[in-house]
């Protein structure tokens, strides 16, 4: 073994500039890392022979570990050291360490280093199981080779010996991470290293092989992905070269930027995005698969269990290590439906088909398609798979292997495509299986929010209707154009295909058809109006339309990102549900308003002059407190009172009236940060008005901070006071980082005179910024209009806010509606 590391080929090191340069002209990450990793041991060796040699002559090594014993430093890595020593360092030693780290720092690296004995780096470190796994990949650099000849031969005896615990911490690592990204590779705006299907799953199969060489796991697996390697490589140098430093976020603004580089294929960022999906699905599949092909034997406990699971073979599967397997497997040349079937048992034991199960059918893909390709009665069969308890893990495996693309050909056209709308954070195909695995997660829901929809859900008489519409509803965006008329003309295709009966495709079609309306109606109509319960009704015709509607929306916001199903939406989905229910049914509340006839004097002089909509929006507990409320109006001229309620905050205030005072308490809530959900404004006889903001505090300062809370409603008081302005409080909120010039939405602004039966309802659709709606309803103000109703949504940075507006107490003109088009798109330009 050699005193040092042979080195110093005479060739002068590349600077970080140079690599940075030769990279964006080639695109080759090999060179790239090379390059790096070359430069770092040329400052390491360098800084041990500088002032570790001569303190320590004997006794310690150098060793390159992790990504740098790999050769694969990347241009922000982190750089991994070792020293390897043969007692722990003291006195002058240390200070020679000391100034070996240091030279190391002004260097340029970003150092982690440990300090351990060979006996050390040849235990299990429960707490500290990543020096183990660094170890797989250790390298010599410099110093005492008969020290580093004892570890060489300890650790390879010590890997094989632990080799199943070994395997088993990488699977505790692995899974955890794979959960904080929810299983999932289909991320709009993906981290390559950490997400599933990202860099860290491909140095999981190099470590397995480490491991557990003698399960071939390399040649099973990571020779098939070297593209894949190169691929997800090129990404990450690009990504570090951009930010200058170790970022792995691939997000909308980089994706734009990379597709532009000289060294891709010109082309959209959704096209090499897609191609992306491919690279991490081929990872992630193998990475999931060489995991469990390696932990070898389990706990008595998990075996018990498992071989109790095995009692679920039949005549067609057998069931091992909870996968199922085919036994007869050359019977699907001849017998294509046995696939279904096997993925019927699937859907109903929730289980995952066998490696080997899952290589027969991609053999035998073609005879499969062939199968499904014309016309014939395969309706019944996919119905048993639709009606299945797991029948999105069924999906999910037919997805993985063909099948669902040889069964509906249409669903190509979504696999991996990425839709950029700043809003979803999966690929269309992924939005669609989880939009049907949110539906069976209600079966188990203990959240009383949720509840309300499961028992829904326990209601309907065929959910394989509901999963083939959640399945197809967006099929149509691969097409271009608009989405759900394209999706309905595929839908068509497929259910003439499988033979489906024209009742059942009556429904599916329906729910296709109309699957935007209830969430629209959720944040884009007053659903206090008499006019927009006669809306809903229309739209669903039925009962059972309404369920199946209501549910397939509920799927429909729950698999757009993990918390767009908020609170709120919930408790707004369900308000949706039951105004249209009532309208359905006829059972509207409609003695309420003769009982308050008969009100006490101080209560019916209070609500004379407000609109007949104020008794069906509160309860006769609310009104009372509005009318002590009013008590203080006489006394100090406002007075403000903020509950919490559904995940949000709701902020009455009542004052006396005034031009701009809405503007006004808007503007305050944006300049404290606030996300207004909701908004209604009422006046009565006498000049008092009445305003309710329903909104989200995103930074949690209320709640972290009691104090804040009454320095809140105080700040609203002076403001409605004329004690304080709007726009010295918005001063003082920070501006948020625009989003990409490829993703700026313009303003659009709509009216609709029939959406209500006094008003005028005015839509802006405009980019999301600190104050938009202060500035949307001062100038409606400006132009005369009484604000009836406000209703605000906001998705990702798109702000989406309708109001109900009357100027004389009628609807707008035409004229007027110009005039005011054009004040807000003026002032709603990004």
Known sequence: MPHAAATQSGRSALTREDIKERFLTTGNPSEALAGRTEAAERIVIGGYYQHLAAAYPRGMAVLAVGGFGRRELFPHSDVDVLLLVDKQPSGEVREALSAFLRELWDGGLRLSHSVHTPRECCELHEQNIELNISLLDERFLAGDGELYGRLKERLPRFVQAQSQILVRRLGNLTRPRHARYQNTIYHLEPNIKETPGGLRDLHLLHWLDRVRSDLGVRSEWLESLERSWNFIASLRCFLHFRSGRDDNALSFDAQEEISASPFLPAQEPEGWMREYFFHARAIYRAATRALEFSEGRNSSLLSEFRNWRSRLSNADFTVSRERVFLKAPQRLAYDPELVMRLFQFVGRHGLKPALETERRIQELLPVIERHYAGRGPHWAALVETLEQPNASQALTAMHETGVLQAVFPEWKRIECLVVRDFYHRYTVDEHSLLAIRSLEDLRATTDPLRRRFAEILAEIEQPELLNLALLLHDSGKGAGGGHIEAS????????????????????????????????????????????????????????????????????????????????????????????????LTKELETGRIGELAAAPPEKAQFMEGFPVRYLRTHTPEEIDRHVQMERLVRDKGVAVDLVRTNGAYEVTILARDRPFLFASLAGALAGFGMNILRAEAFANKRGVILDTFEFEDPARTIELNPSEEERFCVTLERVALQKVRARDLLKNRPKPKPPSTGSRIQPRVTFDSAASEGATLVEIVAEDRPGLLYELSRSLSEAGCNIEVVLVDTEAHKAIDVFYVTVGGRKLTPEQEEALRQSLVAVSQP
Not at 504 to 521: D, N, P
Request: net charge negative; charged share 25%.
């Open 488 to 583: 309905l003309e595929l839908a068509g295709q497929a259910m003439e295909r499988i033979q489906m009966p024209l009742r059942e495709r009556a429904v599916v079609r329906f729910l296709i058809e109309r699957h935007l309306e209830l969430s629209g109606a959720m944040t884009g109509r007053d659903l206090d109006d008499p006019s927009t319960a006669v809306f809903l009704a229309g739209c669903v015709e039925t009962l059972e339309r309404l369920k199946y509607l209501t549910l397939l929306t509920y799927a429909d916001v729950s698999a757009v990102n993990p918390s767009a199903m908020s609170p709120w939406r919930l408790e707004q989905l369900w308000r949706v549900y039951t105004t249209a229910y009532r309208e």
